[in-house]
């Protein structure tokens, strides 16, 4: 099993640019999650879905960030327009089904706006 | 959501027994403890997690106090590959289905070669 496959490993922008990543579940699993790591922060929640529906966004940090989740396989956090407070590194997980209780961790996108 | 408390750092010399203590005095009877761990430059990975029993595993156990106000996680026997970002964290399990886990700042462990 390939794990969680995430893309691009880093990515620099500059402010004002969209910055898309990608995230690709491992196969099989029902749950989504994005989340965000920040030195000030730690390691935040963004959003997540179940069977490719939405059901908290509650950590999305404003308007600039949308995430889809268009099928099983993929997914996709989106930052319009970004700016430098984005800097992160940007983990997406997935996890089996309800009654499992793992959630599994890609290697993350280190994103650095400038 | 309930809280937790872990120590900020802790060293261990490789090949000697951990425990790793977390305080959760407001945990609730429908919180499971997880925990997770970060290795340098990875994302977190699943170790444990439980609710009343110790629980054991091929990474580590569970210790869990008899009023559920704390737990440690025991790695029995330190490698250098256990050096990492350990967090303890409650999931409300009372709404079926959720999801959410919330890190804190958890516990950088030290491994003396």
């Known amino acids: 099993d390939a794990g969680v496959i995430q893309s691009p490993r880093h990515e620099v922008t500059e402010m004002g640019q969209e910055v898309t990543l990608r995230c690709k579940p491992i196969?099989?699993?029902?749950?989504l999650f994005w989340y965000r790591q920040t030195m000030m922060r730690g390691l935040e929640l963004l959003i997540y879905f179940n069977n490719n529906v939405p059901i908290d966004d509650s950590g999305m940090p404003e308007d600039r960030f949308s995430a889809k989740m268009p099928n099983a396989s993929f997914s996709t956090l989106k930052i319009q327009p970004s700016e430098p407070r984005d800097s992160a590194v940007y983990f997406c997980a997935s996890r089996g089904d309800v009654y499992s209780y793992e959630q599994y961790f890609g290697p993350g996108t280190r994103l650095t706006v400038t | 959501d309930a809280k937790t408390t872990q120590p900020n750092s802790m060293e261990s010399n490789e090949e000697e027994p951990v425990h790793l203590p977390c305080n959760h005095s407001t945990i609730s009877g429908t919180d499971y403890i997880h925990w997770y761990r970060q290795l340098p430059s990875q994302g977190p990975e699943y170790v444990i997690h439980g609710l009343t029993s110790n629980v054991n595993n091929r990474m580590a156990s569970l210790a869990i106090a008899e009023d559920r106000k704390s737990s440690t996680l025991i790695l029995h026997r330190a490698t250098l590959r256990d050096a990492a970002v350990y967090y303890c964290i409650l999931r409300d399990a009372s709404n079926f289905g959720n999801e959410k886990l919330t890190f804190g700042t958890g516990t950088r462990l030290t491994i003396i070669p």
């Open positions: 196969s099989g699993h029902n749950s």
